[in-house]
C-alpha cells in the first residue's frame, strides 16, 4: 500500500499535477499539522509501568544511536570534499526518520510502534537543530538552538500526547476526532511527498560512489548496529523493531534544504536524499523480514 502512494506521488509529480512550491507546501503541512497529529493521537493510550520502561528504553536507544552516528559522521568521509562532507556528516546524523519513521512504525507495529517511534524521534529533533545545523555552519547560540527545538510542532505534539497519557484526560469529542482525521492522514500525504522526492531523480546521473557508500552506511550498517546489542541484551522484540526501523531511515529532505542555503553541493545533496529513499523502499522490508524472526 505504501509502495502504491509512493508511486502515485511520483506520477503526480511526472505529469505536472503537483509542482515545485506545491510539493513544498504538502511538505510543510504534514510538519506542521499532520504528523502532530499524529504524534498527539498516538499517546492517547492507557498509561502503564511497562509503557513507562519501553519509553525509557528507546528515549536511552537513541541517544545513544545518535551519539554514534555524530561519531561515524565524523570520521567516515575524510577524503570527499568539504562541502560534500558536510552533506554526508548531516545525511548521517539527522536521516529521514523524523519525516517516513511515524507512518512506517505505524503501519509494521501498530498503535504503540507509533508512540514509541514520537519518543525515539525526541533526541534525533534536538540533534537536528544543534549539532546538525552546526555541521553547515556555526553552532547555534543556546538560546536559538533552545527556540527551535521547544517551537518545534512535533515537539509540542510530543509534550501534549505525554500530558494526554499520564493524566488520562481526554479533549472534547468533537476535537478529539479532528485530531484522528488529521492523523489519519499521515500515511498517504508522506508517501505521495515521498515519491514527489524520488520523481526529481535523474537515473543517468544518481549513480555516484560516495552516494553509494552513504547508502550502504545509513541505510544497511547503522541499522545492524543497533540491532546487534540490542539482540544480544534481549531488548523487548516491539522496542528494537522500533529503534531498527527508524535507524534504517534514508537521508532527510533537510540536507537538500541546508546544502542550497549554505552553497554545499547542493545537486550532491538531491542524489543523497532521492537514491537512499529509493534504495529504502528495498532495505526497510528486508529489514522488516529480518525481524520477524526475532
Not at 554514534?68 to 548531516?90: A, D, E, H, M, T
Amino acid at each position: 500500500m505504501m509502495f502504491a502512494l509512493i508511486i502515485t506521488g511520483l506520477i503526480l509529480k511526472k505529469v505536472g499535477v503537483v509542482g515545485k512550491e506545491a510539493q513544498k507546501g504538502m511538505t510543510n503541512l504534514v510538519i506542521d499539522l499532520i504528523l502532530p497529529c499524529n504524534i498527539i493521537y498516538s499517546f492517547m493510550i492507557k498509561f502503564s509501568s511497562k509503557i513507562a520502561q519501553d519509553f525509557v528504553v528507546i528515549l536511552v536507544i537513541s541517544i545513544l544511536i545518535q551519539v554514534f552516528c555524530v561519531i561515524l559522521g565524523g570520521v567516515l568521509y575524510n577524503k570527499c570534499s568539504v562541502k560534500r562532507k558536510k552533506c554526508l556528516r548531516y545525511a548521517t546524523i539527522c536521516s529521514n526518520a523524523g519525516f517516513l519513521g511515524n507512518p512506517i512504525a505505524q503501519g509494521v507495529f501498530g498503535m504503540m510502534g507509533l508512540t514509541l517511534a514520537s519518543i525515539y524521534l525526541i533526541p534525533q529533533r534536538i540533534m537536528m537543530w544543534s549539532e546538525g545545523v552546526s555541521v553547515f555552519t556555526e553552532a547555534p547560540t543556546k538560546k536559538e538552538m533552545l527556540k527551535k527545538i521547544f517551537t518545534h510542532p512535533c515537539i509540542i505534539a510530543c509534550e501534549i500526547g505525554i500530558v494526554l497519557m499520564l493524566t488520562g484526560w481526554r479533549p472534547p469529542h468533537f476535537l478529539e476526532e479532528t485530531i484522528t482525521s488529521v492523523s489519519n492522514c499521515n500515511t498517504a500525504m508522506s508517501m505521495l511527498v515521498i515519491g514527489m522526492i524520488l520523481a526529481d531523480a535523474d537515473p543517468k546521473t544518481i549513480i555516484d560512489k560516495d552516494v553509494l557508500f552513504y547508502t550502504f552506511i545509513r541505510l544497511l550498517i547503522i541499522p545492524f548496529c543497533v540491532f546487534i546489542p540490542c539482540w544480544l541484551l534481549h531488548i523487548d522484540s516491539l522496542v528494537m523493531g522500533v529503534s531498527v526501523i527508524l535507524a534504517a531511515m534514508p537521508a532527510g529532505a533537510t540536507t537538500t534544504i541546508l546544502a542550497s542555503k549554505y552553497d554545499c553541493e547542493e545537486e550532491f545533496s538531491v542524489k543523497l536524499v532521492v537514491f537512499s529513499t529509493a534504495a529504502s523502499l528495498i532495505t526497510t522490508p528486508l529489514w522488516n523480514m529480518i525481524l520477524l524472526k526475532f
